[in-house]
């Protein structure tokens, strides 16, 4: 069957060429509908449950990662001339985007911004000197003194200020001298490309008036939106410079292992449609570039090369000793081991479907997919292509027969069928020791994972997301909502009462840092109501009934105040309230006891009117990184199951079996000797790459054997079978390997710490595999390999 399918495909070359490239056409005519997607929501696990919940959180109080924060370094704390320069600030920064503004690019007309925030905008409580109480943003008592600010108040301001509530430490981190603007992207702005633009046209302007205000020392842009729109940009610099490299080090690559143009070509031919046809495919089903899938053209590239050196180097070589064989024979007998090959490289991408998390996922499922059509190129147009290219004179042999060109490869296999065959013995017992002392430097790898992992510790970036973590006491939100079951207004004594218990517990542990909660103002105002500290409610801060907050609330509605400015800690329609704090970027392990402690503590305060729940955009992230090892773990262990099993079903000879597992298995506990000797921790970046690299290293055992069978079912020795397996197969294997090892090499220079540490490790396992699969397997076929199969 397979034989008749190449000769029906090559008797209709002409034909079958001309349909394929019409299908190529079409399938790849989608790569015009790509692009970048650095969404948050793509690190939330799968769970539809958990989706629609945090869903239903995001449209009652809105996102909680919308908000770009400027920092404001001060060259002392809150002078009068720092202060003045705030409040210019956040009045220009408002006006960014809008037409006539002479302080930025027209954006459409349309404002970047749809709020703009300072400590000036806060709200306070004071007496007026009439006795008459007054609330209002800060800016109103600071700014008392004809629109200046008044030296004298903000004195006595600073020497009271706490940072605890309301709101305030949200705005200001006096030891560091450093104040905070909260900026809200517009909705026509919230999106990928509009977080790009805020952020980069804001940065522009600060850029341009750094200097220009008394008392501020320089300003930096952070938080969320920025760090997914600098995101966005690291992959798309990515992407413009890793491909090309990848391409050209491929090339020189298989110029110096071929040394042959229409060979190189052919191939580069096979990778590049299987390119455009993986790539098209993506754009016409939606699916975008994410910071893990970014890599998956520099993989695929890499891989999809290796099928086309298997069948060409497997042409040379029988047409070196058997020139008048037909391609069909040759595209038959490599049909099988092609298959083989492709079907475990599948399994191990694929494996990392059992991940729960959708940015896995869908790398998993656009890499596997790329292989497979790399495979099917191999099958029907690669053939094409060769059968074409005969025709040219160019495609052949050197007088003689052979091709004087590949005399250094076939040099290099002869000296290592020698070795293996004179020297089994010593070879399988070194490289078990190798793997034992490999062995017991990965028990000593640690697993630690971070929100903030995939991003290099030295980078720009994450230097600015350590300032802000630092002067905001936590970037990462969380949020405990507390809903009334029967839908009531939750503006009610017992409802405050209960944000405040959980304010107060947040308050006491050290990983939470800042802590806002709606009945922070109101406790203020309750507090300079009661004059007569002996008056004061058993609770000692909040009103003690329904009606004494209602009064408050009266009060605060009466003159402006908004208890919680940029933090939207009650629902519009007054059905919920949440009490929103920061963590800093704790190990995922304590990240999950610490979730766990506060669900234990809020499950107590719900009653039969009440529920309280934890949520918030870090939670749903740490849900995902909770299970994530284990479930990574777990289709590690499926393609060890499914690579024993194709062993067993296209090898049935149990020792052959174990040799084929060992080879493999070995070099996998050398990747992780390797992360524990560099401080590598197990990640989801790491862990991922296990299956994909076993799934590949399988590829060269099964050519090595598909040959030993062969030779072994003609009545060789078993040093005979090895001997020429490897003088068959041993070529293609090395090109292949040490194309893959140069390709993944490539991605060592990404900005990405997730990207170089799987180029890393990836060019690693595929040299260390290499060493196994021309060494150690055929060593040990030769002392217990079937004699004849």
């Known amino acids: 069957m397979i034989r008749a399918w190449f000769g029906m495909l090559l008797a209709w070359r002409r034909v079958a060429l001309t349909a394929c490239f019409v299908a190529i056409l079409i399938l790849s005519a989608g790569m015009a509908r790509l692009d970048v997607d650095f969404n948050v929501e793509s690190f939330f696990p ?37 202060v003045t320069a705030l409040d210019v600030l956040v009045r220009q920064i408002n006006g960014l985007g809008l037409a006539g503004s002479d302080c930025c690019e027209i954006t459409n007309g349309h404002p970047l911004f749809s709020d703009v925030w300072s400590f000036l905008d806060t709200p306070y409580p004071w007496l007026r000197d009439d006795n008459i109480l007054r609330i209002g943003p800060l800016r109103e008592r600071v700014m008392a003194n004809g629109g200046r600010p008044d030296a004298t108040f903000l004195d006595a301001f600073v020497a009271s200020m706490s940072l605890k509530g309301p709101v305030l430490g949200n705005f200001l981190d006096p030891a560091n001298h450093t104040a905070v603007l909260m900026v809200k992207l517009a909705p026509g702005f919230a999106d990928n490309r509009g977080r790009m633009e805020a952020t980069r046209t804001l940065r522009a302007f600060l850029g341009k008036e750094s200097g220009r205000f008394p008392g501020v020392e320089s300003f930096t842009v952070s938080g ?10 690291l992959i798309q610099r990515d992407q413009a410079r890793l491909l090309p490299i990848a391409f050209a080090v491929n090339v020189i690559m298989l110029v110096l292992l071929f040394r042959r143009g229409i060979d190189v070509m052919l191939v580069v031919i096979q990778v590049m449609l299987t390119l455009a046809v993986t790539l ?75 991940a729960d998390m959708k940015l896995i996922n869908e790398f998993a499922a656009v890499t596997a997919g790329g292989v497979f059509i790399a495979y099917i190129m191999s099958v029907t147009v690669f053939p094409l292509l060769i059968s074409i290219a005969e025709l040219s004179p160019i495609f052949s042999p050197t007088p003689g027969g052979r091709f004087r060109d590949r005399r250094t490869l076939r040099m290099i296999v002869l000296s290592i ?24 430097f990965a028990a000593q790898t640690k697993t630690r994972t971070y929100v903030f992992d995939d991003f290099r510790p030295d980078s720009l970036l994450m230097k600015h997301i350590r300032q802000a973590e630092q002067v905001c006491r936590g970037v990462l939100p969380m949020s405990v909502v507390v809903t009334s079951r029967s839908g009531r207004v939750v503006l009610r004594e017992k409802f405050i ?54 009064n408050i609330m009266r009060l605060l ?120 000797l560099n401080g590598i921790t197990f990640k989801p970046s790491t862990t991922t790459i296990f299956g994909i690299a076993l799934g590949m290293a399988v590829d060269n055992t099964i050519y090595f054997f598909r040959e030993y069978w062969t030779f072994s079912g003609r009545g060789f020795s078993r040093a005979g079978s090895v001997r020429r397996a490897l003088l068959r197969a041993g070529e293609g294997i090395l090109v292949s390997s040490l194309t893959l090892a ?42 217990f390999g079937p004699r004849q199969s």
Do not use: C
């Not at 069928?417 to 062995?439: E, Q, Y």
């Open 46 to 82: 799968r769970d539809d449950g958990k989706t629609l919940a945090f869903n239903r959180y995001i449209k009652t109080f809105g996102r909680d990662d919308d908000l770009l924060l400027v920092l404001v370094k001060a060259v002392a704390p809150l002078s009068p001339d720092f």
């Open 224 to 233: 969320m939106p920025a760090a997914r729109a600098d995101g966005m940009e």
């Open 280 to 354: 098209g495919i993506m754009g016409h089903l939606g699916l975008k570039f994410s910071i893990i899938s970014s890599v998956m053209p520099v993989i695929l590239l890499t891989t999809g090369s290796s099928y086309g050196i298997q069948i060409l180097t497997r042409l040379r070589t029988l047409r070196s000793t058997v020139p008048d064989i037909s391609l069909v024979d040759v595209f038959t007998q490599m049909a099988g081991p092609v298959f083989l090959a492709n079907f475990t490289t599948v399994v191990g991408f694929f494996s990392l479907y059992n």
């Open 417 to 440: 069928s020698r070795l293996v065959t004179h020297r089994p013995r010593a070879i399988v017992v070194l490289f078990l020791a190798i793997g034992m002392i490999m062995l017991w």
């Open 497 to 550: 009462a209960k944000s405040a218990e959980i304010a107060a517990f947040l308050r006491t542990l050290p990983e939470v840092g800042k802590v806002d909660s709606p009945s922070d103002l109101i406790r203020d105002v309750w507090l300079l109501l009661t004059e007569d500290p002996g008056t004061a409610p058993a609770n000692g801060e909040l009103p003690p009934d329904d009606a004494s907050l209602a």
């Open 557 to 676: 509605l009466a003159n402006g105040g908004k208890a919680d400015i940029g933090q939207r800690l009650v629902s519009d329609d007054l059905s919920a309230l949440r009490v929103k704090f920061r963590i800093r970027d704790i190990e995922s392990n304590a990240a999950a006891a610490l979730i766990d402690k506060i669900r234990a503590f809020i499950i107590g305060l719900e009653d039969e009117e009440t529920t309280v729940n934890l949520t918030g955009t870090t939670v749903m992230i740490q849900e995902a990184y909770r299970n994530i090892l284990g479930n990574l773990v777990v289709g590690f262990l499926a393609v060890i199951g499914i690579t024993i099993l194709v062993f067993a079903i296209a090898f049935p000879h149990i020792p052959s079996v174990i040799l084929g597992f060992l080879g493999n298995i070995i070099p996998m506990f050398g990747i992780m000797a390797l992360m524990a």
């Open 742 to 783: 140069a390709g993944f090499s490539v991605l060592m220079s990404s900005e990405f710490e997730a990207q170089f540490l799987i180029g890393l490790l990836l060019s690693f396992s595929v040299g260390l595999a290499l060493m196994y699969d021309l060494l150690f397997v055929p060593a040990g076929m030769v002392l």
